[in-house]
């Protein structure tokens, strides 16, 4: 019937209308979520990359200012110019932590930063003892000191569980204290309470611990930013199946509810199922006329009559 395949045809296509609209905002909301993972997975990936050239470039520095503070009348001026390239360095890397993804791994990122600070500033007050300490770097050097044993004890409640065990086990060990006993006796314009070479060891192992606990902080910082992207990710993907399977149940129950829906009794309900095609206006026929008399035998006839 044509009434009734129009009417069901009507409501197909309005039922059409939400579940095409849905699929719209399905295939705009994994778009969105899929670019943010990108996003942040490319953020991951770029602070990973800053953070491996930043260390390098600051262990690189360090190297050269022990060997330039050896030579004595280079001392002040080598101290202050490498230990600011060493700070603009460092200061680049906590730009990256501030523009992370989210504020948990900008706060991990932020605290490995301020974990190679520590590093940078046990080295800082090493390479001062190293040139020698005299009237004018023992306040630099104490400074130093002070500073980077106040700022890793400030850091540690920030560190994970793993970095806090690590840092306890540093604070605990005999080459942390073997080395703070050396520093408070240069620091007091004291002898060496030990001999050079164990305060040499200690005060590489101490560094070298320093260093596994910024890189450790690191890495989680980066890991957790990955797997902050991989989340969006997976959220993209579940918000636009669970959008797109609603959209198709939607069709499917309406489609259901369309072929119920009784067959109105109406007079305009003819069966139409092979309809007459109309035919033009000049192929309809006419009424029959009467035949004109052929002109020849009406003249034939004239003839007889005559």
Same mark, same amino acid.
């Given at each position: 019937m044509k009434y009734l395949r129009s009417v069901r045809g009507r409501m197909l296509c309005i039922a059409f209308v939400p579940g095409g609209a849905l699929v719209v905002v399905a295939v705009v909301i994994a778009f969105f979520l899929v670019h943010q993972a990108n996003l942040t997975r490319e953020s991951a990936m770029e602070t990973a990359g800053a953070a491996g050239r930043t260390a390098s470039a600051v262990g690189s520095l360090q190297g050269q200012r022990s060997a330039a503070m050896s030579v004595p009348d280079q001392r002040t001026a080598a101290y202050a110019n490498f230990t600011q390239r060493i700070d603009t360095a460092i200061a680049g890397l906590r730009e990256y932590a501030r523009h992370a993804p989210d504020a948990?791994?900008? %706060?991990?990122?932020?605290?490995?930063?301020? !974990?190679?600070?520590? @590093?940078?500033?046990?080295?800082?007050?090493? =390479? !001062?003892? !190293?040139?020698?300490?005299?009237?004018?770097?023992?306040?630099?050097?104490?400074?130093?000191?002070? /500073? %980077?044993?106040?700022? *890793?004890?400030?850091? @540690?409640?920030?560190?994970?569980? =793993?970095?806090?065990?690590? %840092?306890?086990? #540093?604070?605990?060990? @005999?080459?942390?204290?073997? +080395? /703070?006993?050396?520093?408070? @006796?240069?620091?007091?314009?004291?002898?060496?309470?030990?001999?050079? =070479?164990?305060?040499?060891?200690?005060? %590489?192992?101490?560094?070298?611990? *320093?260093?596994? *606990?910024?890189?450790?902080?690191?890495?989680?910082?980066?890991?957790?930013? #990955?797997?902050?992207?991989?989340?969006? #990710?997976?959220?993209?993907?579940?918000?636009?199946?669970? !959008? *797109? +399977?609603?959209?198709?149940l939607l069709l499917v129950v309406v489609r259901r509810l369309v072929a119920r829906v009784p067959v109105p009794v109406v007079p305009i309900m003819v069966p139409t199922i092979q309809a007459a095609i109309p035919r033009p206006r000049h192929a309809r026929s006419r009424r029959p006329r009467v035949p004109e008399p052929w002109p020849m035998k009406a003249v034939l006839d004239d003839l007889r009559r005559q």
């Amino acid at each position: 019937m044509k009434y009734l395949r129009s009417v069901r045809g009507r409501m197909l296509c309005i039922a059409f209308v939400p579940g095409g609209a849905l699929v719209v905002v399905a295939v705009v909301i994994a778009f969105f979520l899929v670019h943010q993972a990108n996003l942040t997975r490319e953020s991951a990936m770029e602070t990973a990359g800053a953070a491996g050239r930043t260390a390098s470039a600051v262990g690189s520095l360090q190297g050269q200012r022990s060997a330039a503070m050896s030579v004595p009348d280079q001392r002040t001026a080598a101290y202050a110019n490498f230990t600011q390239r060493i700070d603009t360095a460092i200061a680049g890397l906590r730009e990256y932590a501030r523009h992370a993804p989210d504020a948990e791994s900008a %706060y991990q990122q932020t605290t490995a930063v301020e !974990l190679l600070s520590v @590093a940078e500033g046990m080295d800082r007050s090493d =390479s !001062l003892a !190293l040139a020698g300490i005299d009237a004018v770097t023992r306040r630099p050097f104490t400074r130093a000191v002070a /500073a %980077y044993r106040a700022d *890793l004890e400030r850091i @540690a409640p920030q560190l994970t569980e =793993s970095g806090r065990t690590a %840092y306890e086990s #540093l604070t605990r060990s @005999a080459d942390w204290s073997t +080395l /703070a006993a050396v520093e408070d @006796a240069l620091a007091a314009a004291e002898p060496l309470p030990i001999p050079e =070479s164990t305060w040499r060891s200690a005060a %590489y192992r101490v560094s070298q611990q *320093l260093g596994n *606990l910024y890189s450790q902080q690191s890495q989680y910082a980066v890991q957790l930013t #990955l797997d902050d992207g991989r989340r969006t #990710l997976a959220g993209a993907i579940a918000a636009s199946a669970a !959008l *797109l +399977l609603c959209a198709g149940l939607l069709l499917v129950v309406v489609r259901r509810l369309v072929a119920r829906v009784p067959v109105p009794v109406v007079p305009i309900m003819v069966p139409t199922i092979q309809a007459a095609i109309p035919r033009p206006r000049h192929a309809r026929s006419r009424r029959p006329r009467v035949p004109e008399p052929w002109p020849m035998k009406a003249v034939l006839d004239d003839l007889r009559r005559q």
